[in-house]
């Protein structure tokens, strides 16, 4: 099972606004699968992810809710972990240098 840090940080964005409680379930949702997952390359997540923007340094950036919002995280695929970076909104993302955050 993959590790994920941090949960906290996913939820601490939906509860930040009512604006934002749309993101909950497609969130609690790619948190389950990105849990379960077996990625061992970016390519493992293109599979399953086909919009997923690959960055170096095991950085991706996931659309979440029909791109009305922007995950970016960073995987370690050698210790199947997966530290969140960033998620906010597709303008926030835009403001942010995804490969440096």
Known sequence: MV????KRTLRQFWERS??????QGPLEAWYTEARHATWQ???DVKTQ???ASVFRDGRMVFN???NKYRLVVRI???TQTIFVRFVGTHADYDT?????I
Do not use: E, F, K, L
């Open 64 to 66: 979440i809710a029909g």
């Open 96 to 100: 942010i240098d995804a490969q440096m």
């Open 76 to 78: 370690r695929y050698d």
């Open 41 to 43: 390359t970016p390519a």
């Open 18 to 23: 009512p604006r934002y409680r749309d993101a």
């Open 49 to 51: 992810y086909h919009n």
């Open 3 to 6: 590790r994920i840090i941090a």
